[in-house]
T-cell receptor, first 112, second 113 residues
Framework: SAVISQKPSRDICQRGTSLTIQCQVD?????MFWYRQQPGQSLTLIAT?????????ESGFVIDKFPISRPNLTFSTLTVSNMSPEDSSIYLC?????????FGPGTRLTVT | GDSVTQMEGPVTLSEEAFLTINCTYT??????LFWYVQYPGEGLQLLLK?????DKGSNKGFEATYRKETTSFHLEKGSVQVSDSAVYFC????????????FGKGTLLTVNP
C-alpha cells in the first residue's frame, strides 16, 4: 500500500486568489490523480497527473484553472486559480499502481 | 461513458443487523470494481476490490461479488457494528492505459447501538 499526505489540510481563501495543494506519496507510484468532492457529493476526477508531461484533464476541467505538476513519481501539485466561491470543495489526490489507488486525507478549501 | 449507480441513503441500522448496499455499473469492456469507505473526518480507504467476473472481494467482514450478468457489485456484511458508520462509495476502473476511478454518489450508513 501507499501512504499519501496532502498540504494544506484546509484553507480559507479570498475570491480571485490561487492556492497550491501538495500531494506526497511515501513510495514511487505510476498513477496519480486529482479529485474534487463537493459537499455531500461524490468524487469527480479533475485530471490524471502524468510524470514529466502535461496532465490529462477530464471534461469540464481546464489547465488554466487547475494547473497540475508532477515532477517525479512521488509528488504532485494542484493549483486552484482565480478562485470563486464555487471552488469551495474538498480536493483529494490519489496514487497507486493499476487497480490499487490510495487516497490522501484531502484539502478542505473554502473561498470567501 | 462509464457510470456507477448505488443505493440512495441514508441507511440506518441497529448493531448486529445485516447490511446490503446495492451497486450497479455501466462500462465498456470488463472493469475492475471497488468499494471505498470514508469514516467521519477521514479520507477514503479502499475496503475491497474485485478485478474479474465472479471474484469475491472481502475485508473486515464485508463482502462483494462481481456479477457480470447483472452488472452488480453489492456490498454485504452479516453483522454491522457502530464503528462501521461511514459513507460507502462504489467505484469502477475500466483499466486500459488509464486506471482512473468512476465513483457512485455514496451511501451514508449509520449504525445505532
Amino acid at each position: 500500500s501507499a501512504v499519501i499526505s496532502q498540504k494544506p489540510s484546509r484553507d480559507i481563501c479570498q475570491r480571485g486568489t490561487s492556492l497550491t495543494i501538495q500531494c506526497q506519496v511515501d513510495s514511487q507510484v505510476t498513477m496519480m490523480f486529482w479529485y474534487r468532492q463537493q459537499p455531500g457529493q461524490s468524487l469527480t476526477l479533475i485530471a490524471t497527473a502524468n510524470q514529466g508531461s502535461e496532465a490529462t484533464y477530464e471534461s469540464g476541467f481546464v489547465i488554466d484553472k487547475f494547473p497540475i505538476s508532477r515532477p517525479n513519481l512521488t509528488f504532485s501539485t494542484l493549483t486552484v486559480s482565480n478562485m470563486s466561491p464555487e471552488d469551495s470543495s474538498i480536493y483529494l489526490c490519489s496514487g497507486g499502481e493499476e487497480y490499487e489507488q490510495y487516497f490522501g486525507p484531502g484539502t478542505r478549501l473554502t473561498v470567501t | 461513458g462509464d457510470s456507477v449507480t448505488q443505493m440512495e441513503g441514508p441507511v440506518t441500522l441497529s448493531e448486529e443487523a445485516f447490511l446490503t448496499i446495492n451497486c450497479t455499473y455501466t462500462a465498456t469492456g470488463y472493469p475492475s470494481l471497488f468499494w471505498y469507505v470514508q469514516y467521519p473526518g477521514e479520507g477514503l480507504q479502499l475496503l475491497l476490490k474485485a478485478t474479474k467476473a465472479d471474484d469475491k472481494g472481502s475485508n473486515k467482514g464485508f463482502e462483494a461479488t462481481y456479477r457480470k450478468e447483472t452488472t452488480s457489485f453489492h456490498l454485504e456484511k452479516g453483522s454491522v457494528q457502530v464503528s462501521d458508520s461511514a459513507v460507502y462509495f462504489c467505484a469502477l476502473s475500466d483499466g486500459g492505459s488509464n486506471y482512473k476511478l468512476t465513483f457512485g454518489k455514496g451511501t451514508l450508513l449509520t449504525v445505532n447501538p
